[in-house]
């Protein structure tokens, strides 16, 4: 399963980048309203960061503006993936940049019907909303389960990007199930390599090492 992170901060994205495993980056016009920068002047350094996909949000709500705004978000960077909400004009606008090579992520996926006409229309991503669901008291995972089956019973290329990730479940539930690539906040990243027997064990190890025998001397009398 490919890790992307969901922020529009760069020291997350970098601690990410750093750790070695990071594939992607996705952002969203809260994450980028919540940084308080210029999204260009952002997307352009998340790209000198990060050579996977980086997911980068149109506004506009209508095809032709839609496609109006994305032109220029494809000239940051080749790898600048444009996300289009999951309406019948981000459908549209998807149709249209898919025939133009350029790659899409399809955003706010609640059902899987939504998933089945954005991967018709030749999206790159579709992203469902786990935690989401899960806040209404619906079964977010059902969805990705939904989503793989169809995808995998038709052989569409689309891949399910599993976003709104709340915890370290959501994601061994998403490999689990097959999802492609997960989006997570930067604290979730961290919660994945965290486990307190992990850190017992190895306070044990490195104090019993400290406390061992000291070697005997050879041709000490
Ligand atoms: C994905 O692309 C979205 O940015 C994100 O996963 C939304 O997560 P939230 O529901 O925690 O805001």
Known sequence: MQLYIDTA??????????????????????????????????????????????????????HDAMIEEAMPLTEIAPNIVIKLPSTVD??????????QNIRTNLT??????????VAKAGAFLVSPFLGRLDDLGQDGMELIQQIRTIYDN?????????????????????????????????KVIQQMMNHPLTDRGLEQFLADWASRNAPATAGAH
Request: hydrophobic share 45%; with cysteine.
């Open 108 to 117: 706010l996926c609640f059902q899987p019907l939504q998933a089945l006409l």
């Open 154 to 186: 038709y052989g569409y290329d689309t891949k399910i990007l599993a976003a709104s990730i709340r915890h370290p479940l959501h994601l061994v539930q998403c490999a689990m199930i097959g999802a492609d690539v997960a989006t997570v906040p930067f």
């Open 9 to 62: 901060n760069i020291e997350e994205i970098r601690s990410a980048a750093a750790m070695g495993v990071l594939d992607g980056v996705t952002t969203n016009p809260s994450l980028i309203a919540k940084e308080g920068v210029d999204f260009i002047d952002r997307m352009n350094e998340i790209c000198d960061i990060v050579s996977g996909p980086v997911s980068a949000e149109v506004v506009a709500t209508e």
């Open 90 to 99: 981000g459908l549209k606008a998807c149709r249209t940049l898919s025939d």
